[in-house]
């Protein structure tokens, strides 16, 4: 998720960024609540009540860390919208591409600077998260240290691309109760056999979604051992990509395969930073809107496409 997980897609109306802003404030994105609390004061304002006959809300383990596989759908997602199983039923080979990634998460981290708490990687093994207007086919990660957040690039990246840039001084990983956040959502519910419990978003004409689903019953990571603590755990991350081509991804879904409650290793996760970031790295120019001085002016009277840098605080349910 950051943002992935990551990284919220909330829901956003097109509505245009305030004029004469910092560099700072052109990189914290509207997240519903999950990531900061831009368009969220007072708090409850971002929180969806569980209404009668809903069930509760599941919540991370303190850390925990999973692989997982990564849907992008370009075809027939209109008949078969997420959540999806593995491979996504309704669907063939033709109407998605496949890759891999793995996710690290820490609610106990705290940064050397203590700006925030928490700690979130997110790894995408050769094809990046595909919500940017742009191609995909490098490998990538997403970094929260506390508030700050931090986009990585390696060996394979585009040329004239810089290995880390600063993506978001706002942008902390999701609480271990971020799904308040989310709205359940009874008929997505009914995917996977009814064996999930779905929350999720479409807000704005354009739809945008973003979604988890969670297993209905709580399993542990160690079914052989009797002791082992059971809680419900996540089956799926599913969100809004870019519908520009590239990346041509309407829908996005990182179905995870091996979630388990463990201490990421920070030599392999956090320490990343430390390692690939000069002191002060750039800020990101990922989305349209963040470095405009880089971008020509859009057309007039050409609306952009449905992107989450666009994400309007005023438009929630």
Same mark, same amino acid.
């Given at each position: 998720m950051l943002l992935l997980s990551l990284l919220f897609a909330g829901a956003a109306a097109q509505a245009a960024r305030p004029p004469a802003q910092t560099p700072a404030q052109r990189h914290i994105y509207y997240t519903g609540g999950v990531h900061n609390d831009l368009g969220c004061l007072p708090p409850t304002r971002c929180v969806y009540p569980r209404k009668p006959g809903e069930p509760g809300d599941p919540l991370y383990p303190e850390q925990w860390v999973s692989t997982w596989t990564m849907y992008r759908v370009f075809a027939r997602y209109d008949a078969f919208p997420p959540p999806y199983a593995s491979p996504p039923a309704g669907l063939t080979p033709a109407d998605y591409q496949v890759s891999y990634g793995a =996710?690290?998460?820490?609610?106990?981290?705290v940064p050397k600077d203590r700006d925030g708490s928490g700690a979130m990687m997110e790894y995408y093994d050769r094809y990046c998260l595909p919500i940017f207007p742009a191609a995909n086919d490098f490998s990538c990660a997403f970094v929260s240290l506390g508030n700050k957040a931090y986009f990585l690039r390696y060996a394979d990246r585009p040329r004239d691309t810089p290995q880390c840039c600063r993506f978001s001084p706002q942008n902390h990983p999701p609480r271990r109760d971020f799904i308040k956040h989310l709205p359940y959502d009874a008929q997505r519910s009914t995917h996977l056999g009814g064996l999930v419990q779905a929350y999720a978003r479409e807000v704005g004409p354009q739809k945008i979604l973003f979604g988890y689903a969670f297993w209905k019953d709580e399993t542990s990571d160690d079914p052989a051992d009797p002791t082992a603590p059971k809680y419900r755990h996540p089956q799926s991350f599913f969100f809004s990509g870019s519908p520009t081509d590239p990346p041509n991804a309407p829908v996005v879904s990182q179905n995870y395969t091996s979630f388990r409650a463990q201490r990421p290793d920070p030599a392999h996760t956090w320490d990343q930073v430390a390692e690939l970031c000069p002191a002060e790295p750039q800020w990101c120019c990922l989305f349209p809107d963040d470095c405009p001085a880089d971008t020509d002016a859009a057309p007039q009277?050409?609306?952009?496409?449905? =992107?989450?840098?666009?994400?309007?605080p005023e438009v929630r349910r």
């Open positions: =996710s690290y998460y820490d609610a106990n981290y009277g050409v609306p952009e496409p449905a =992107s989450w840098s666009t994400m309007n």
